[in-house]
């Protein structure tokens, strides 16, 4: 009888869930993308000709937009010089020796205080970067004190230093340590944790981490990070040498702004450049050799 009655009750189906398609319609259809070309590609290398035409566009756009502003006289030349008028004032100072003089000086000046910045820099962030302790103890006081305007120090380095070279090399030094240690440190903290799991798995021991495998892993990041501040170091010793000095290329470009002669001011910014370029590439240089191994 219970199985007769049983038979006989109207059968209980649970409902389906709704599909996606009901939920949210059809999707919208689009055509097939196309591949893009190697110049909007996203981190896509270039072509070698492709590479050299920009590289060469990057310096003649500029070159033709100042040349075409002096022919036109849009601006006037004690305001824009033109290039020839550049060229001979820098050949004028350069047949004097004062140009190789104040460059010398210029550049001594900023292998002391960025090569001081650097060795401090280094260590420390190298530091910072691999232990917890002196990640906490160093990162607040570093992080606080690089966004204080280096040049601000300026005053109180000549009453502190005097009006010798001491207060130039430490501006350096003061704008550019703490950049450098925090970025050294980012590049210690990109290391590989497996890295580092797998060394000790193997046996190695702390020292041996820290020298066989963090400290070649991190250092191209680490050139890389040293080549990047070292155009502030550039910043910061023309802004030295405005203040207060005998000689240098800062202190020329106060010269010639007293005499308005605004053609050795840009023969002065042009050997900085390139003074700067050939720098960048001789760290590029380093860099990829010292990081042949890394991906």
């Known amino acids: ?10 059968e209980r189906t649970t409902p389906r869930p709704p599909t996606a398609r009901q939920l949210f319609g059809s999707l919208p259809r689009r055509r097939p993308a196309r591949p893009p070309g190697s110049v909007l590609a996203l981190r896509a290398p270039l072509r070698g000709r492709t590479r050299t035409l920009l590289v060469l566009a990057s310096v003649a756009l500029p070159l033709l937009t100042w040349l075409l502003l002096g022919a036109t006289g ?3 030349p004690r305001f824009l010089p033109p290039p020839g008028a550049v060229w001979a004032a820098g050949i004028e100072m350069a047949a004097s020796g004062e140009l190789f003089t104040d460059a010398w000086a210029t550049v001594r000046r900023i292998l002391y205080g960025y090569g001081l910045g650097v060795a401090v820099a ?3 962030g190298v530091a910072m970067g691999s232990f917890a302790a002196a990640r906490s ?16 120090f300026t005053p109180l380095l000549l009453i502190w230093l005097g009006i010798g070279e001491a207060p130039k090399i430490a501006l350096i030094f003061i704008g550019t340590v703490f950049f450098n240690m925090l970025m050294v440190a980012d590049a210690v903290r990109q290391v590989p944790i497996e890295l580092v799991n797998v060394s000790y798995t193997l046996g190695a021991r702390g020292g041996e981490v820290l020298r066989k495998v963090i400290l070649p892993y991190a250092l191209p990041g680490i050139v890389d990070a ?4 070292f155009a502030a170091a550039w910043g910061l010793v023309v802004v030295a040498e405005l203040v207060n000095s005998q ?6 470009i106060l010269l010639a702004q007293r ?3 605004t053609d050795k001011i840009f023969a002065i910014l042009v ?12 760290l590029r240089m380093v860099r990829d050799r010292l990081g042949r191994w890394v991906p």
């Open 137 to 152: 103890a160093l990162e607040p006081a570093s992080g606080l004190l690089r966004y204080l305007p280096a040049a601000a």
């Open 247 to 252: 000689e240098g290329l800062g202190k020329r």
């Open 74 to 76: 849009a601006v006037e």
């Open 1 to 10: 009888m219970e199985r007769l009655i049983s038979s006989d009750a109207p």
């Open 226 to 229: 040293v080549r990047v501040n």
């Open 122 to 124: 280094v260590p420390l």
């Open 259 to 261: 005499f308005t002669q």
């Open 271 to 282: 050997v900085i450049g390139l003074i700067g370029v050939t720098a960048d590439v001789v």
